[in-house]
């Protein structure tokens, strides 16, 4: 069973900068997409970033964030990073992390993922 746990969010001032962490522990498979994604009060879960790991290691992100934010990962800790930049109030949301056992084209939909954290509130303040 893969566990999830994500740190690392609170408040910013706009134009401010969070990085999250994602610790996963019980992973034991080895090609693997990891995800961010957020959910902001009435509205449905989007796609912020994803990392895909397989013969090659292929990063994507949501044209909302692109340029703003990145993704990392630290094998050896079993961790995923983001790292957010330059943030604005509309990335005021609850941030998640989530695991899909496999890798594949269809990273953004949050329903291909098997395991998610419980999520981290992030506000971003005008």
């Known amino acids: 069973q893969v566990q999830l746990a994500e740190s690392g969010g609170g408040l910013v001032q706009a134009g401010g900068s969070l990085r999250l962490s994602c610790a996963a522990s019980g992973r034991t498979f080895s090609f693997y997409t990891m995800g961010w994604f957020r959910q902001a009060p009435g509205k449905e879960r989007e796609f912020v970033g994803a990392v895909i790991s397989g013969f090659s290691i292929n990063t994507y992100y949501a044209d909302s964030v692109k340029g703003r934010f990145t993704i990392s990962e630290d094998t050896a800790k079993n961790t995923l990073y983001l790292q957010m930049n330059s943030l604005k109030p509309e990335d005021t949301a609850v941030y998640l992390c989530?695991?899909?056992?496999?890798?594949?084209?269809?990273?953004?939909?949050?329903?291909?993922?098997?395991?998610w954290g419980q999520g981290i509130q992030v506000t971003v303040s005008s």
């Open positions: 989530a695991v899909r056992r496999s890798t594949g084209i269809s990273y953004y939909r949050a329903a291909v993922y098997d395991y």
